[in-house]
């Protein structure tokens, strides 16, 4: 017995099968520890092709349940208000070069039921024979957290935006050079300024009287060195009209766009200083009449000592 066999050189055959192999798990290894989600989606079929295993725990379910959900998955996890935004981005693809990356933010919905706020980052795969896109790859990253964050300083934001805009009192932020970075419509109705006439980007020393300069200069200074604490100090303001108008201030050191600046808090106190000075006025007149009432006691006293003297004069007088 004989046996007639046929050798073929398949060494670049191996080869290459190992350069997959390896390249193969090289790209497993970097999907693995990618943080978020790395999927394949079928634009044709509108099902997902891959996923890696971190759909596991941010969505609570197995690869191949993901995969079992096939067309279903979007509605499955996306929330229906969301859903709009998750089609517009499906249906872009037509206009889409191979480099460019599609981004989008919503909200998915866990096995649990826990909402959950996703980052999405779409690129192009592969192209059918028309050149229209097939499938694309993408990732997903949870950005709840991020979120909740920025929601959260909104809303703090609109809070210390209404107490600055309803406040009665004028806030003004001042940068290290006095220059105006924000006023609010107290500020702005104490200038005597319409709301129109811009007080950011003018300097502070155009408002204050000549006279109270150094002093909001060495003020200034003080609060952005903190030397001082903050209390209240006065300044004149000179109003487009010519009128003077008495400020009680407080100023602190905040930061605006990273540098040190000073945030002023100032009531118009002007009728309480009028209303000082006239009763400063009417207490030296009161004073001054208080005076001349009682010179004109000791001048009536001594005018009536006087007047029994004459009396008796005027009496020893006529006898003699």
Known sequence: RRVLAGVRDITDRKRAEEALRATQQFNETIVGAIPGIVYIWDIVARRPLFANQNVGELLGYAPEEVSA?????????????????????????DDVTDDQVLTSEYRVRTRSGDLRWWLGRDKVLTRGPDGRVQQIIGTARDITERRRAELALQESEARYRTLVEASPSGILLIDGRGTIAFANPVAYRICGLPSTTGLVGRSVYELVIPDDHHSLEVRTRAVLSRRVQ??????????????????ALVGVRVFHDGVPAVLGVGNDVTEQVLAAQERSRLEQQLREAQKMEAIGRLAGGVA??????LQAILGYAEVL
């Open 69 to 93: 959900l096939r067309e279903h998955l979007l509605a499955q996890i996306v929330h229906p208000d969301d859903m709009e935004v998750v089609a517009n981005l499906l249906s872009r693809w």
């Open 230 to 247: 903050p209390r209240p100090f006065r300044l004149r303001l000179m109003r487009r009209d010519g009128e003077v108008r008495h400020m």
């Open 304 to 309: 009536h000592d006087f007047n029994n003297l």
